[in-house]
């Protein structure tokens, strides 16, 4: 759900012409939506316990000098379609990995933000706005 669409659920809720059928029209829809993002978790969770699962197998499938230590992982990339085809994809990939191991540690430095100087927007909440019935 995106932040507009919680704003106008706030402005919504705190308009007093809103009736109790709407309200609870809204909640149903709410517990709907938190019901996919919940399932959506779990098949995440699941999808990144078996990658995790294959590189631990791959690494010690290579300490121990496994023949193809790299079967692990191969398996669980070609099960989702994500093994490269050509050169130009494995440079791609290679290039993203440095990149976002670039930005992990960046991110890693805790370099203090610094806020924009001058004047502070606004958000947009307010009663006057209102969900289409």
């Known amino acids: 759900m995106t932040r507009s669409e919680f704003d106008d659920i706030r402005a919504f809720l705190a308009d007093e012409a809103t ?3 709407d309200l609870l029209r809204i909640a ?3 517990i709907d939506d938190l019901e996919h993002a919940r399932m959506r978790e779990a098949v995440l969770r699941t999808h990144y316990l078996r990658l995790l699962t294959a590189a631990r197998a791959t690494v010690a499938a290579d300490v ?3 023949p193809d ?3 692990f992982v191969r398996h669980e990339l070609a099960e989702r379609g ?3 085809e050509d050169g130009e994809a494995v440079q791609r990939i290679l290039s993203d990995a440095h990149t976002a191991a ?3 540690a960046a991110l ?3 370099a203090p933000k610094q806020r924009a100087r001058g004047m502070r927007l606004r958000r947009c909440v307010g009663k006057h706005r209102s969900l289409p019935r």
């Open 108 to 110: 890693e430095d805790g």
């Open 64 to 66: 121990v000098n496994a």
């Open 69 to 71: 230590p790299l079967a």
């Open 102 to 104: 670039a930005l992990l």
């Open 82 to 84: 994500q093994l490269p």
């Open 19 to 21: 009736h109790a059928g």
């Open 28 to 30: 149903r829809t709410l």
